[in-house]
C-alpha cells in the first residue's frame, strides 16, 4: 500500500463510531452511560495508532516532506468545514439570533477566522497560583466540619495570600513550600 492511498479500514471505522456513541450517551444520557467519557480515550489511542501507520508508510520519504504531506492532508479536511461552520453561524446570526447579540458574535467570529482566542484575558488569571490555592485549601480544610467552613472567601484569601509568598506556586510540578513542610515527620 503506497502512502496516498486512500483505503478506509472498516474496523477502525467501528471503533471510532463506538467512541462517538459512548461520548454522545455520555452527554445525553449520563446515567445510562456513566464511563462514556472513556469514548475520548479510545480517540487518542486511535489517532495515536494512525500516525504510527503513517509515519511506517512513509519511512522512506524525507522528513520535510512526510510533514508537509502530514500537514496538508490536516488543513484541506478541517479548513473547509471550519471557514463553513463560521460563515453558517453568521448566516445563522443576522436571520435568528437578537439583535442584540451581533456585536459580540461579529467579534469572536473575526477571531476565530485569525485563530485567535475569543476569550477575554484577565490579569487577575495565574493557572499555577490557582493549583497552590487549592492544594493549600485541601490541607487546611481536611478533617474540618461544615460550620467551621462558612466563611470560605477570608479563607480563600488567606491561601491566595499564602500562596503568593510561596516560592514555588509558580512551579509547573511543585507544590507550596508550606504543603511540603506539612507534610514532613
Not at 450517551?25 to 462514556?36: A, K, R, S, V
Not at 480563600?156 to 499564602?162: K, Q, W
Request: glycine share 6%; with cysteine.
Amino acid at each position: 500500500m503506497t502512502v496516498g492511498s486512500k483505503r478506509k479500514r472498516n474496523d477502525l471505522q467501528g471503533i471510532r463510531g463506538l467512541a462517538i456513541l459512548s461520548v454522545l450517551g455520555f452527554h445525553f444520557y449520563p446515567n445510562l452511560f456513566q464511563n462514556g467519557y472513556l469514548g475520548v480515550d479510545q480517540f487518542f489511542v486511535l489517532s495515536g495508532f494512525l500516525m504510527c501507520m503513517l509515519l511506517t508508510r512513509s519511512q522512506k520519504l524525507p522528513i520535510f516532506q512526510i510533514f508537509s504531506e502530514f500537514y496538508i492532508r490536516r488543513f484541506k479536511r478541517i479548513l473547509p468545514l471550519y471557514f463553513l461552520f463560521i460563515l453558517c453561524t453568521m448566516f445563522a446570526l443576522y436571520t435568528v439570533f437578537p439583535d442584540t447579540a451581533i456585536f459580540q458574535n461579529q467579534a469572536s467570529a473575526g477571531k476565530a477566522l485569525l485563530f485567535v482566542s475569543n476569550r477575554a484575558h484577565t490579569g487577575d488569571e495565574d493557572y499555577f497560583e490557582k493549583v497552590c490555592v487549592a492544594k493549600w485549601l485541601v490541607a487546611k480544610c481536611r478533617g474540618c466540619e461544615v460550620s467551621q467552613l462558612r466563611n470560605l472567601r477570608e479563607l480563600r484569601n488567606v491561601a491566595v495570600a499564602e500562596c503568593r509568598s510561596c516560592e514555588l506556586s509558580r512551579s509547573r510540578f511543585g507544590a507550596c513550600a508550606q504543603n511540603r513542610s506539612s507534610k514532613r515527620p
